[in-house]
């Protein structure tokens, strides 16, 4: 069920052409990047759950990320410097923020690389887009 709606929402998600670059579309179906997506989130799932209401771990619970204000999760202990970016989070912001977080907002307190190719941050941010909005 989570997963049908998951699917329905990633192709919902490209029909509106959430932040999709024209070229790595033609060559991946939503159904592809999804899969890839989830097994990038394997990186993230230490730190970070996407169900609605489940815990803040070491990094912030991420549901309803699209759209929200970065360090604006209830309950969780940002840094001064992303709570004060003024960032909204988007397929963009996201997509910078994924390719070296330091780089991105220096000082962040999250310690993690970053994703180095572009169509795993592609097939990740389907993934992300589906999973933090799905209402089960
Ligand atoms: C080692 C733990 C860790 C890993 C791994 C990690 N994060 Fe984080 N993440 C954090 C922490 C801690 C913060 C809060 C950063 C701060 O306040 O400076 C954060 C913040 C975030 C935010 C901002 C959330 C908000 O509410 O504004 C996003 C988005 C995010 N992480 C996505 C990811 C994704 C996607 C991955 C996998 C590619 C990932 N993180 C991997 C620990 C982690």
């Not at 179906?29 to 999804?34: A, D, H, I, K």
């Not at 309803?64 to 970016?85: H, I, M, P, Q, W």
Request: hydrophobic content about 45%.
């Amino acid at each position: 069920m989570t997963r049908l709606f998951a699917l329905a929402f990633a192709v919902f998600a490209f029909s509106v052409g959430i932040a999709m670059p024209a070229a790595a579309q033609d060559e991946m179906t939503e159904e592809q990047l999804m899969k890839r997506g989830k097994r990038v989130f394997v990186l993230c799932r230490s730190c970070h759950t996407l169900e609605e209401g489940a815990r803040n771990k070491v990094g912030p619970n991420l549901h309803g990320l699209f759209g929200s204000k970065a360090g604006t999760k209830e309950g969780f202990r940002y840094s001064d410097v992303v709570k004060e970016s003024g960032i909204v989070w988007s397929s963009e912001t996201l997509e910078e923020w994924l390719v070296k977080p330091k780089d991105f907002l220096p000082g962040n307190k999250m310690a993690f690389a970053g994703v180095r190719k572009g169509t795993d941050r592609l097939a990740l941010i389907t993934y992300l887009t589906a999973l933090t909005a799905a209402s089960e």
